[in-house]
């Protein structure tokens, strides 16, 4: 939908940093020129870009972003600010983890089953001047029915059946954001000692080796391998007969992941922490 909806120029600007940036890249050179203008696959997506030292295309319809990347653990610590060129940026595994100053961007995507809601549902947070736009070569007209931000926009998001339960779940987590946790800088402040208690306690040991560089560290997912891929297998395996699941990393990057989104709470991180210190001490 994006470079349907903004590519007007028939080009726009990629930063590669992880698996959904790159698939965001290959979905666009259907419609146009997906310009790769920085990358960091030279070290398996271990760090961000430096976004003020990249030269943009001034031409480009957009700049596209994905601003956390799961698989990899890594964050964006600032966007790009290019006069002119509106930035686009895939939020969904970050939404709502902290403020979001929305003036720096053009659009806002993201998937709600992250942070929000069951999967099943998108939102999008587009500026108004960049609507009825289209993809250089065709006319707003041609653009499929349900892939136009306005069609939906005109319809208040029900031009087909609506998601009603994840719409449902959305305003419940909305309320629990705003009346119970405080605000999005209360969720921000949880979410960083969350990960501080990971963090620190990966830096404090040699067993295990966290990859990302430091400054880009992801606060929503932390990766990290033991000394071999074996030990990697039987840390799994034990971690899931204690109850803490879904840590095996994904298969491109191997070892392990510890998603702690908003809705983890500090206790399942500590539980983690003890785990990995008791699982080191067998094994080290």
Not at 58 to 68: K, L
Request: glycine share 6%; proline share 5%.
């Amino acid at each position: 939908m994006v470079p349907l909806n903004f590519m007007t120029t028939g080009t726009a600007d990629y930063l590669v940093t992880g698996n959904f940036s790159k698939k965001a890249a290959e979905e666009a050179a259907k419609f146009g020129t997906a310009r790769i203008a920085a990358s960091s696959k030279d070290k398996n997506f271990t760090y961000i870009p430096d976004v003020k030292a990249i030269e943009y295309d001034p031409n480009a319809s957009y700049i596209h972003i994905c601003q956390n990347n799961t698989i990899f653990g890594t964050t964006f610590v600032d966007v790009p600010q290019v006069e002119g060129i509106p930035l686009v940026a895939d939020m969904s595994s970050m939404i709502f983890s902290e403020p979001t100053d929305v003036s720096k961007y053009g659009c806002i995507y993201f998937g709600v089953q992250k942070n929000v809601a069951p999967a099943g549902m998108a939102v999008a947070i587009i500026r108004e001047d960049l609507l009825g736009k289209c993809a250089k070569g065709m006319t707003p007209d041609k653009i499929p029915t349900m892939m136009n931000y306005t069609t939906l926009l005109n319809a208040d998001s029900m031009y087909n059946t609506p998601p009603c339960w994840c719409i449902y779940m959305t305003g419940l987590v909305m309320d629990y954001l705003e009346q119970e946790v405080g605000g999005l800088e209360e969720m921000k402040k949880r979410n960083e000692a969350k990960a501080k208690i990971l963090y620190d306690y990966l830096d404090g040991q040699d067993f295990y080796t966290n990859p990302v560089e430091k400054p880009y560290r992801s606060r929503m997912n932390v990766t990290f391998t033991s000394p071999t891929q074996e030990l990697d297998k039987a840390f799994c395996a034990k971690a899931t007969a204690e109850g803490l699941l879904n840590l095996k990393g994904h298969r491109l990057v191997g070892g392990m992941r510890a998603s702690i989104y908003n809705a983890m709470p500090e206790a399942g991180v500590r539980k983690l922490v003890d785990f990995m210190e008791a699982f080191r001490k067998e094994n080290a």
